[in-house]
């Protein structure tokens, strides 16, 4: 026996169907719907928001160009759903992966929202102590060797006991590895302090290393230039760094905390590294 609809029933659940994908308009804090989805100003005033427009730029003509643009965006991700790629192992995993950071980002905003703004002597203090950023902030000039990361790391072990960039040349050449010479500078500023110290502690003329991702950087510092940096400067300046780290120790007391109340298991030969001191 089949089902009979009657002409009411029809109706009515035409009308339900529009209700909800039909009835959604451009209007009031709503500035464009795409195939039943609304961009709201809120999203719209987010946008703006990222782009640091200067004062005399035409505001209404650019939020007319970044709506389209979110309005193509809109359609593309649509596309994409149609395609079934919202249901794609690898969406899903960059997903969390997304979602998760901007948690993470949103979680430190809010915590540095916290920090309170230091006093002058927190902050005339800290710049006493850390010359570098400040009175001793200097451009070095270097004299840099840079080579592909090797993958015998025994390479890098050998470099340490070199004294000058030309014992750095015979045992790249003697290994076969191909290297560019060049000049640069560095700010001390723009270095860990930990780190400047070490550099600074070396003999005049001795090179230092610094291996980052896939390069080898090897440095000589050959002369230098003392940078001035006005006092209002350096207390705004510090008073940030200052709320920097308190920022960086609330985030490790929180990880911290966190790790004490969660259960973690991990599958054999997957256990986490372990924690630097």
Not at 10 to 23: E, I, P, R, T
Not at 74 to 91: F, V
Not at 92 to 106: A, F, P, T
Not at 238 to 246: G, P
Request: hydrophobic share 40%.
């Amino acid at each position: 026996m089949g089902h009979f609809w009657s002409k009411g029933v029809v109706a009515l659940l035409l009308a339900s169907a529009c209700v909800s994908g039909c009835s959604k308009q451009a209007t009031g804090q709503v500035v464009a719907v795409v195939n039943g989805e609304e961009i709201t100003l809120q999203e719209l005033n987010a946008e703006l928001s990222q782009l640091n427009l200067p004062a005399n730029v035409d505001k209404k003509a650019v939020q007319s160009r970044v709506l389209q643009q979110m309005v193509d965006r809109r359609l593309l991700a649509q596309a994409a759903k149609e395609a079934g790629l919202d249901r794609d192992a690898e969406y899903l995993i960059q997903q969390r992966r997304m979602n998760e950071q901007l948690l993470v980002s949103m979680y430190g905003k809010k915590a540095f929202d916290t920090v309170r703004v230091p006093d002058t002597a927190t902050v005339d203090k800290y710049i006493a102590e850390n010359p570098m950023f400040f009175s001793g902030r200097t451009k070095y000039m270097l004299d840099q060797l840079v080579f592909p990361m090797p993958s015998d790391l025994s390479v890098l072990k050998g470099l340490q006991g070199t004294k000058t960039l030309g014992q750095v040349q015979d045992q790249l050449k003697s290994r076969n590895i191909a290297f560019d010479m060049k000049k640069a500078e560095m700010d001390s500023a723009q270095v860990p302090s930990a780190a400047m110290k070490q550099i600074l502690a070396l003999p005049p003329g001795e090179p230092f290393i610094v291996p980052a991702g896939n390069v080898v950087t090897v440095s000589v510092i050959t002369g230098s230039t003392p940078i001035a940096v006005p006092t209002e400067e350096a207390r705004a300046a510090a008073a940030r760094m200052i709320r920097s780290n308190s920022l960086d120790k609330i985030g490790m007391d929180r990880l911290k905390e966190a790790k004490a109340k969660a259960k973690i298991e991990y599958q054999p030969g997957y256990s986490a590294a372990p924690e630097k001191k």
